[in-house]
């Protein structure tokens, strides 16, 4: 079955507005999260990530909230603008020596419009 | 100037016939990974390599193998392809150490077409 999932396959939100993305993941041995972009034609590229010791995390517009109890994680995004139309891939694994084995959402695809 | 590399970008293969697609990156970079992705299905990852001769099964390893003689390279190889293996490819490596340890850094990928 599918250890990371994505709700929604496409949101569309009109720009200035706030978004939220949701993740579910099944092992509770994940430790590593994180927040991947894609325009397409385009390899991801990593947006945001947590560690498992925090709950949440900000960097400019985005902030990924964690609820490990829940196995969710969360992207909000706020006063969203057209370039943030993508794909928004989450990703969770678990940390093993400094590397993760990634497991990917299948992705949101997010369309923001003026 | 950091950089994962793919080759080729675009390929075409019919089936039965063997494949090769290669990637390298100049970050000396332990951890390597191939993932394809498909619509509705996101990245599935195939190999992960953790250093040379490293290499341990993803989640679909079934038709692929892989080689990594070198920390800079990692291959995946496809024996007798198969029309379902028609998808992009993504090779991806990432620290190991530091703050941004497990961030993936993705190459462009290769667009697989078996006919």
């Known amino acids: 079955g599918q250890q990371v999932k994505q709700s929604s396959p496409s949101l569309t939100v009109q720009e200035g507005g706030i978004l939220i993305l949701n993740c579910d993941y099944e092992?509770?041995?994940?430790?590593?999260f994180a927040w991947y972009k894609k325009y397409p034609d385009n390899s991801p590229t990593l947006l945001i990530s947590?560690?498992?010791?925090?709950d949440k995390r900000e960097d400019g517009r985005f902030t990924v909230f964690l609820n490990k109890s829940g196995k969710h994680f969360s992207l909000h995004i706020t006063a969203s603008q057209p370039e943030d139309t993508a794909v928004y891939l989450c990703?969770?694994?678990?940390?093993?020596?400094?590397?993760?084995?990634?497991?990917f959402g299948e992705g949101t695809k997010l369309t923001v419009s003026s | 100037d950091m950089k994962v590399t793919q080759m080729p970008r675009y390929l075409i293969k019919r089936m039965g016939e063997n494949v090769l697609l290669e990637c390298g990156q100049d970050?000396?970079?332990?951890?390597m990974y191939w993932y394809r992705q498909d619509p509705g299905l996101g990245l599935q990852l195939i190999y992960i390599?953790?250093?040379?001769?490293?290499?341990s099964e993803g989640d679909i390893p079934k038709g692929y193998r892989v080689s990594r003689k070198k920390r800079e390279h990692f291959s995946l190889i496809l024996d007798s392809a198969k029309t379902n293996q028609t998808s992009v490819y993504f090779c991806?490596?990432?620290?190991?150490?530091?703050?941004?340890?497990?961030?993936?850094?993705f190459g462009s990928g290769t667009r697989l077409t078996v006919l």
């Open positions: 991806a490596s990432s620290p190991g150490t530091g703050g941004s340890a497990e961030t993936l850094y």
């Open positions: 092992n509770d041995m994940f430790d590593y």
């Open positions: 947590v560690r498992s010791n925090v």
């Open positions: 990703a969770a694994g678990e940390n093993q020596g400094g590397s993760a084995k990634l497991i």
């Open positions: 970050m000396s970079h332990e951890t």
């Open positions: 390599s953790y250093d040379v001769d490293s290499n």
